[in-house]
T-cell receptor, first 114, second 117 residues
């Protein structure tokens, strides 16, 4: 089955700086890679996702890059703000419909220092 | 986006009792729903895949007789934790996705925090 590794487990950055979180996956058939933000006691919220036919996707301060050959993908947050503090999870799945199970990374606790 | 509602959001039960958690897709039909468990400061671990009208598929190491799953309709899946013990205390989250091509987003319920005392 799929195995997703995520690094770092904790990350502290100064407000305004950039944060980068990296994930690797093992199943070359995986084709959908979402990133979730989870605040304490809340449900995961999708912040950005990317499909395997795309190398990069950007949404305002958030971007995701995918290297299929190396089987790794990264989340980039620029101009970080205190409200970006949360736990971030990457995930991978082979999915063409919305009914495929997700394999999650181990999570990164991001702290933005004011 | 689509809405998945989970109930209750928190529950405290005595050791040895059973607890039922409901997961509903409010504005779409889901033939498949997923149940995850999340221990403090850990990731979401898939417990089982709930299939409408058929038996659930459990992940390795998850006791099917302890975590009973019923998916009786296209909008409702239930997870029953039977004979709960303190080690079952955790955050349980369900998710569902639309059965449409290329519509791959998973929608999560708000989670249920189970505390067994």
């Amino acid at each position: 089955g799929e195995n997703v590794e995520q690094h770092p487990s904790t990350l502290s950055v100064q407000e305004g700086d950039s944060a980068v979180i990296k994930c690797t996956y093992s199943d070359s058939a995986s084709n959908y890679f979402p990133w979730y933000k989870q605040e304490l006691g809340k449900r995961p919220q999708l912040i950005i996702d990317i499909r395997s036919n795309v190398g990069e996707k950007k949404d305002q301060r958030i971007a995701v890059t995918l290297n299929k050959t190396a089987k790794h993908f990264s989340l980039h947050i620029t101009e970080t703000q205190p409200e970006d503090s949360a736990v971030y999870f990457c995930a991978a799945t082979r999915a063409n419909f919305g009914n495929e199970k997700l394999t999650f990374g181990t999570g990164t606790r991001l702290t933005i220092i004011p | 986006g689509a809405v998945v509602s989970q109930h209750p959001s928190w529950v405290i039960c005595k050791s040895g009792t059973s607890v039922k958690i409901e997961c509903r897709s409010l504005d779409f039909q889901a033939t498949t729903m997923f149940w995850y468990r999340q221990f403090p400061k850990q990731s979401l671990m898939l417990m089982a895949t709930s299939n409408e009208g058929s038996k659930a598929t459990y992940e390795q190491g998850v006791e099917k007789d302890k975590f009973l799953i019923n998916h009786a309709s296209l909008t409702l899946s239930t997870l029953t934790v039977t004979s709960a013990h303190p080690e079952d205390s955790s955050f349980y989250i369900c998710s569902a996705g639309m059965d449409r091509p290329l519509n791959t987003e998973a929608f999560f319920g708000q989670g249920t925090r189970l505390t067994v005392v």
